[in-house]
């Protein structure tokens, strides 16, 4: 990346507030432009500052998180909101998505963890907490059969496509999937931008969503 991304962090909790603060000054790459504990703080703050990442919480004293993601990517589409919240079940992790969250992750997530999911959405990923992952999978895992419809041939995935979406679908970090595979960080980002296409989503969540909808996920039990 070619200097710092700009980041603002919305919560409502002072130590939470400043523990992701501290993340995101920490590295080197990132550049903490503001901080909010409000709906309100936010929209200003957002205003002023004009981040590229908005870090935020989903229970927020004068609103919710997702309706305030819902609004401020309207006014800019080009911004990357990443959640971090305590809640990681189907209902709040759906509405943010649907809402426009790039990211999910849970409050427990280190501070290099949460730099490192900056890093990484900013190059294109959507990352997940493993957590997040599998419980959304077990939730929206349904006895309904597939889509019946066969697929056009240019939206099927190949092999290697597929590989990587199940590992996607785990909660996997690139570079993981990239050493289960055997492939470049580099490789691994390519490839889920083509799934991206392919099944017309913009985001990790979405995409496990459509897969499970397609019947393209496999067994997610047990490691690579």
């Keep these: 990346m070619s200097g710092k991304r700009r980041v603002l962090v919305v919560e409502d909790d002072a130590d939470t507030r400043e ?19 409000s709906c309100a703080e936010a929209r200003l703050a957002f205003a002023a500052q004009q981040p590229q990442v908005v870090l935020i919480d989903l229970g927020l004293p004068d609103g919710h998180g ?6 401020l990517s309207g006014q800019d589409s080009s911004v990357l909101f990443m959640v971090i919240t305590v809640f990681g079940d189907e209902a709040h992790v759906i509405e943010a998505i649907a809402a426009g969250a790039s990211s999910y992750l849970l409050k427990d997530a280190s501070a290099p963890q949460v ?9 294109g990923g959507s990352p997940i907490s493993p957590g997040v992952a599998r419980y959304l999978l077990q939730r929206l895992q349904a006895p309904a059969a597939p889509k019946a419809q066969e697929p056009d041939p240019a939206t099927r995935l190949s092999a290697r496509e597929s590989d990587v979406l ?22 691994v980002g390519s490839h889920v931008k083509q ?21 393209l996920i496999g067994d997610l039990s047990g490691r690579p």
Excluded: H, W
């Design 115 to 123: 730099a490192r999911a900056i890093r990484e959405m900013l190059a």
């Design 19 to 37: 523990r992701l603060s501290r993340a995101v000054a920490a590295d080197p790459d990132l550049e903490l432009c503001g901080q909010a504990g």
């Design 166 to 187: 199940n590992l996607v679908a785990k909660g996997y970090a690139y570079a993981e999937i990239g050493a289960a595979l055997d492939i470049s960080v580099n490789t």
């Design 66 to 71: 997702a309706a305030l993601i819902r609004e």
């Design 195 to 215: 799934i991206y296409r392919k099944l017309a989503v913009r985001s990790r969540g979405e995409a496990v969503f459509e897969a499970i909808q397609r019947g």
